[in-house]
């Protein structure tokens, strides 16, 4: 069995921070948006379809924080600010890059399935 730094089972891993944080629903979509480059707020909303201004302000901010995302404020009538992948935010581009592909290429198994599973579920009732 292959030893790891940490062990991701033990709830005080920091690995389990980083997943939490690729995992939610809108982390992926947001680096979808900002992987060719800086954009404005209002251009990731728009490109980041059903997303509110208040939970993609929370995910940026999250994500700043985290170090993923740099948010540049230019002084300017008026403000604009823009939003970049840093260098460890592009580091998991690739990861993303390949769940993103592994879903897509497996989305209608798993709605199969839930169909399935769903379609039992109703006839024991």
């Known amino acids: 069995m292959d030893t790891l730094p940490f062990d991701v089972m033990d709830q005080n891993c920091p690995s389990r921070l980083v997943l ?20 404005r707020f209002g251009e990731i909303r728009q490109v980041v379809d059903g ?8 995910s940026l901010r999250a994500l700043e924080r985290d170090g993923l995302v ?6 300017e009538v008026p ?3 823009e939003y970049r992948l840093t260098p460890l935010g592009e580091g998991l581009l690739g990861p ?20 399935a599973y769903d379609d039992a579920e109703a006839a024991t009732l």
């Not at 939490?20 to 060719?36: E, V």
């Not at 997303?51 to 929370?58: H, I």
């Open 79 to 81: 403000v604009r600010v």
């Open 51 to 58: 997303v509110s201004p208040k939970v993609l302000t929370q």
């Open 70 to 75: 740099d948010r540049e404020v230019f002084a």
């Open 20 to 39: 939490q944080r690729i995992g939610d629903k809108w982390t992926p979509l947001i680096f979808q948006a900002l992987k060719g480059g800086a954009r």
């Open 96 to 115: 993303l890059d390949a769940v993103r592909i592994w879903a897509e290429a497996h989305a209608g198994q798993i709605l199969a399935a839930r169909d």
